[in-house]
């Protein structure tokens, strides 16, 4: 069966291109400092917004026409796998994502949700043998489900633990049998909504000693994903654990965890959290720590987790330049954690959003490259700091220098001289880049 006949398989026709089904600027083969850009940009589709979202709100219901919705239970679950694998090949994308509740229908007992999700697995599994689209990461959801009203591996209580624990044991039996490239850990209601009724102390324990448990598992089977953590500062609770990048850096340090986990880094939830997507990114390139990301966009009005389609051309280009600073994303990818609108209710629709965000990023990609070519940034950030590259400034990097010396250069200093970041002519020439990039092809 199959269920999306109105699209054929997507194709690169370039810029000039007024097919709305066929890629404008993402050319999986192209080549771009010697590797294509498939191989650089590792997209992939969240099997949730694409294949379980049906489009409702907190003041409406669902919207999405979905041709599997026809069926019910398992009989709907083993059409979206029919679905999801006709998508994949159609847009030609190299990996997916999941939680446990996407796949399959949770049962009446953790048995049964267990029983359920063999079988899909099985499928899956099955799929893939004939599909070139790969597992990037697999997840469980543990944060729907009412049970989890305090929490899970922070919850107050020990059975919700207990029970968490043994579907991320399961999550992680799943994807060493699919061969998932990473493991996402999303805080989910790992957070606490007042202090009043909240010990933060033993709940932030018990989630360091669930990750080392999850960590020591996945070694005991084999299964050598890279973990990732996915920080967010709020949404679901008010106070998430994982606030972002730098909060969860010094959790991983703290719980003796940060050479078990990397960063899956959200937009929408750097933004949230007051910082820019490249912010997140930097950070966590800087220490080493950037492992994946789920691309999407926030609404730059709403302040909440709005999971667009990321589009916004500015925000592709500096994201994908810290990418390509980090030598890429590794086993990571760019996963879209993003749900088309409520207003794109059609199967066509998913096909738009995904072409959308893999063209925008295949700009991003062109033009970082670009950047980082001519080095223009390079140049900006040496020529800012040269002043560390001498004389005091090299000593107090060199680390061989003390206050009492400090004190007696600064006495001896007859001006201080500051020179202009140049902020605006640094925007006008990333603009510049952005609009040259293609029209001088
Ligand atoms: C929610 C998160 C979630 C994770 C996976 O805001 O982005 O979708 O990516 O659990
Ligand atoms: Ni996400
Ligand atoms: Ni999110």
Redesign the pocket.
């Known amino acids: 069966m199959t269920y999306f006949n109105n699209v054929t398989n997507i194709k690169y026709e370039g810029v000039n291109s007024n097919n709305p089904f066929a890629f404008k600027f993402y050319n999986p083969e192209e080549i771009i400092n010697g590797k294509t850009m498939e191989e650089i940009l590792r997209f992939g589709v969240?099997y949730?917004?694409t294949f379980t979202e049906d489009l409702s709100d907190p003041f409406g219901d669902g919207t999405a026409i979905r041709p599997w919705d026809k069926y019910q239970g398992m009989d709907r679950a083993k059409a979206r796998v029919e679905a999801a694998f006709e998508f994949f090949e159609k847009l030609s994308v190299p990996y997916f994502?999941f939680?446990d509740v996407d796949i399959a229908p949770e049962g009446d007992t953790l048995k049964e949700t267990n029983k359920n999700l063999d079988v899909i697995v099985d499928m899956i599994k099955d799929y893939m043998k004939d599909s070139k689209t790969k597992l990037l990461w697999n997840?469980v959801?543990n944060?729907s489900h009412p049970r989890f009203v305090h929490g899970a591996g922070s919850s107050n209580n020990a059975d919700v633990f207990v029970y968490a624990a043994a579907k991320v044991k399961k999550g992680l039996e799943v994807g060493k049998e699919l061969g998932a490239e990473n493991y996402?850990f999303?805080g989910?209601r790992e957070g606490y909504e007042t202090l009043l009724n909240t010990d933060m102390k033993l709940e932030m324990d018990n989630l360091g000693r669930f990750f080392h448990m999850a960590n020591d598992y996945a070694k005991e089977i084999g299964f050598d994903a890279q973990f990732l953590i996915?920080p967010?500062p709020k949404?679901p609770t008010s106070h998430q654990y994982d606030f972002d990048v730098a909060s969860g850096y010094a959790f991983l340090q703290h719980y003796e965890l940060e050479d078990v986990f990397k960063f899956?880094i959200?937009a929408?939830?750097a933004t949230l959290a007051g910082h820019t997507f490249e912010h997140e990114l930097h950070y966590a390139r800087i220490h080493n720590m950037l492992g994946s990301v789920?691309a999407?966009q926030g609404h730059p009005l709403l302040g909440w987790?709005t999971?667009e389609f990321p589009t916004d051309l500015h925000s592709t280009v500096l994201s994908m330049y810290e990418i390509l600073k980090n030598g890429g994303l590794g086993r990571g990818g760019l996963?879209f954690?993003a749900k088309v609108r409520r207003g794109s209710f059609t199967p066509e629709d998913l096909f738009s959003a995904h072409i959308a965000g893999m063209d925008s990023f295949a700009v991003g990609l062109k033009v970082a490259q670009r950047l980082i070519d001519d080095k223009v940034l390079e140049k900006v950030i040496e020529e800012r700091y040269k002043s560390f590259n001498e004389g005091i400034g090299l000593d107090i990097v060199e680390g061989n220098i003390d206050f009492h010396r400090l004190e007696e250069h600064a006495l001896g200093l007859k001006e201080i001289k500051n020179e202009s970041g140049k902020l605006e002519q640094i925007k006008a020439t990333i603009n510049q880049y952005l609009l040259t990039t293609f029209t001088s092809e």
């Open positions: 969240s949730w917004h994502c939680h997840t959801n944060f996402v999303w989910g996915e967010k949404e899956n959200e929408n939830h789920d999407n987790d999971d996963n954690d």
